[in-house]
C-alpha cells in the first residue's frame, strides 16, 4: 500500500512563497506520475499541478507561472514551489500518487493534506 506524507504548509503573507513536499513509501516511486491537488471551504478538490514519471508537467491555469512541481526519485518525493501566493490560494493541499497528466484524473493514493493559508 502506498503512504505518502506532505509537508511544508503553513501561514503566508500574500506575495510570499512556500514549498511543500511529499514523501511516499510502500510503492516504486519512479514508475507513478505523481501530482497536487487542493480543496478550498466548499469547494472541489482541484488539480494544480502533475508530473509524469518522465518529467512533463500539467499545471492548471490559475498557477502557471507560479507554482512549479518537481521530483526527485532518489529522494522519493515530490515538490511543489508555490510562489507570488495569493489569497485565492488558500486550501488543504493534498499529494497524489497514479494520477495521469494526459486525462487529469486523480490516482488511488492520497495523503493526508497540508494547510496553506495566504493572508495578511
Known amino acids: 500500500q502506498v503512504q505518502l506524507m506532505e509537508s511544508g504548509g503553513g501561514l503566508v503573507q500574500p506575495g510570499g512563497s512556500l514549498r511543500l513536499s511529499c514523501t511516499a513509501s510502500?510503492?516504486?516511486?519512479?514508475?507513478?506520475?505523481m501530482g497536487w491537488y487542493r480543496q478550498a471551504p466548499g469547494k472541489q478538490r482541484e488539480l494544480v499541478a502533475g508530473?509524469?514519471?518522465?518529467?512533463?508537467?500539467y499545471y492548471a491555469d490559475i498557477v502557471k507561472g507560479r507554482f512549479t512541481i518537481s521530483r526527485d526519485n532518489a529522494k522519493r518525493t515530490v515538490y511543489l514551489q508555490m510562489n507570488s501566493l495569493k489569497p485565492e490560494d488558500t486550501a488543504v493541499y493534498y499529494c497524489n500518487a497514479g494520477l495521469s497528466i494526459l486525462t487529469r484524473s486523480a490516482g488511488g493514493s492520497w495523503g493526508q493534506g497540508t494547510q496553506v493559508t495566504v493572508s495578511s
Open positions: 510502500g510503492t516504486i516511486f519512479s514508475t507513478n506520475s
Open positions: 508530473i509524469s514519471t518522465y518529467g512533463a508537467t
